[in-house]
């Protein structure tokens, strides 16, 4: 199977992403969110969106804490796994987060682990930080993490291999036109299959125009899930948070 210009849609549906990033830490994601929360503070009935939620686990938690949230992904069979762990507070719904979803409905709107910049076009990321704009609630807040530029370029590995089980990785990540892109190819029982990763090399001067035009603000950055403060050169995360 080949890359595509949507290959959002072809590799995060496949058993191959999840059996990569199967270690990703669940321990620092829970410490990130609860450390946001206890910035934000959240009212008890606050309602919440996790757009491009995935599976639903980032959404799931923020639902133990009692919140009513709700999350959506591009990817069906994303939405069908996370459809079972829906409850009172928590529901999933499969939709493209560049549409506007529930105008005025959310009092807040994460969007996690560089689940941005997916798109080919300057117009793509506006019509969607538009989307996220018209669904926050007056003073509600949008939270996007993302990742930053100028150390990931500084340290891209052009290439990578990884054997997890049977199934070998080889990982080539390159930079071209204001895109960094992953090559995944995937060896598994003598047959291969190349997918790929690109995400548009936004800084926060683009998103600050993209939030500019869209009626939000910035009111905190962030440089890594431990909140400490963000530095352009050396973070490891650009973590945003705007006010409507």
Request: aromatic share 16%; net charge neutral; proline share 3%.
């Amino acid at each position: 199977m080949s890359g595509s210009k949507n290959w959002y849609e072809t590799w995060f549906s496949q058993p191959y992403y999840d059996l990569l990033y199967q270690h990703r830490d669940e321990d620092e994601a829970a410490i990130f969110i609860t450390g946001l929360l206890q910035h934000l503070q959240p009212q008890p009935n606050a309602t919440m969106l996790d757009a491009a939620c995935g599976k639903g686990r980032h959404a799931t938690y923020l639902a133990t804490k009692g919140f009513e949230v709700t999350g959506i992904d591009l990817s069906f069979s994303a939405i069908k796994e996370a459809k079972p762990q829906e409850n009172a507070f928590l529901s999933f719904f499969q939709h493209d987060m560049r549409n506007k979803f529930r105008i005025n409905y959310f009092d807040f709107i994460f969007n996690f682990y560089t689940s941005f910049g997916y798109f080919e076009t300057t117009q793509e990321d506006e019509k969607c930080i538009n989307a996220f704009a018209a669904g926050l609630k007056p003073g509600g807040k949008l939270i996007i993490d993302f990742l930053n530029v100028l150390p990931t370029l500084q340290n891209l590995v052009e290439d990578e291999y990884k054997v997890i089980g049977n199934v070998h990785f080889k990982i080539t990540k390159s930079y071209a036109d204001g895109m960094i892109t992953k090559k995944i190819v995937v060896t598994d029982n003598g047959k291969q299959y190349a997918f790929f990763e690109r995400v548009r090399a936004l800084q926060l001067s683009n998103f600050e125009k993209y939030f500019n035009h869209a009626g939000l603000t910035i009111v905190n950055t962030f440089g890594d899930y431990k909140l400490q403060p963000y530095d352009k050169i050396n973070s490891e995360r650009l973590i945003i948070i705007a006010v409507k």
